[in-house]
């Protein structure tokens, strides 16, 4: 049962656009547009981002988007800002005996 | 308002036994698709158990055969029984209401914390 593959760290100055990659296989990702992303700031629950792919819950900021390419989704955060420092975690329905997975995180510097 | 809140954690020897509850608020549990997920300290997320609103259940491999989810309708209570527990269970557990299709975790709690220690 292995984890989706994100990368460790971004990084990004203020204002700028960071892209965190999510990837799976035929069985998650790309198999089904069920890939939400959550932000957990240190010693927070994890809050949800985006759900479906790329659609935001009400009240998560529009700098926020997501979008899916085969078995690879992906996170954008547009405009930096200091306080979108966090880890940020994909997740994934899976089809198998189980159900759900998670990425390994990545964590979010902003410089 | 919806609202999650577990209870239950603590220490506890290897092999030993545990229930988690997660007390829920502003919605019925037993309308809802459930879940459990963990963190180790440290680490990323893990999910672990999930119960449908018809009463499905679900696990991660790595719990199958130990822990059990439940729900106690009159309580409006989740619940996650844990035997046989080892080291690497050791974590923040945390407790959330799923889509109603799809696959997310909308609502979570503030989790609780296991340790399984000698």
């Known amino acids: 049962q292995s984890a989706l593959t994100q990368p460790a760290s971004v990084s990004g100055s203020p204002g700028q656009s960071i892209t965190i990659s999510c990837t799976g296989t035929s069985s998650d990702v790309g198999g089904y547009n069920y890939v939400s992303w959550y932000q957990q700031h240190p010693g927070k629950a994890p809050k949800l981002m985006i759900y479906?792919?790329?659609n935001r819950p009400s009240g998560v900021s529009n700098r926020f988007s997501g979008s899916k390419s085969g078995n690879t989704a992906s996170l954008t955060i547009s405009g930096l800002q200091a306080e979108d420092e966090a880890d940020y975690y994909c997740s994934s329905y899976r089809s198998s005996s189980t159900r759900g997975v998670f990425g390994g995180g990545t964590k979010l510097t902003v410089l | 308002e919806v609202q999650l809140v577990e209870s239950g954690g603590g220490l506890i020897q290897p092999g030993g036994s545990l229930r988690l509850s997660c007390a829920a608020s502003g919605f019925t549990v037993s309308s809802n698709h459930m879940s459990w997920v963990r963190q180790a300290p440290g680490k990323g997320l893990e999910w672990v158990s999930v119960?449908?609103?018809?009463?499905?259940?679900y696990y991660a491999d790595s719990v199958k055969g130990r822990f059990t989810i439940s729900r106690d309708n009159s309580k409006n209570t989740l619940y996650l029984q844990m035997n046989s527990l080892r080291a690497e269970d050791t974590a923040v557990y945390y407790c959330a209401r799923d889509s109603s299709s799809g696959w997310y975790h909308g609502y979570w709690g503030q989790g609780t914390l296991v340790t399984v220690s000698s």
């Open positions: 479906d792919v790329s």
């Open positions: 119960i449908y609103s018809g009463g499905s259940t």
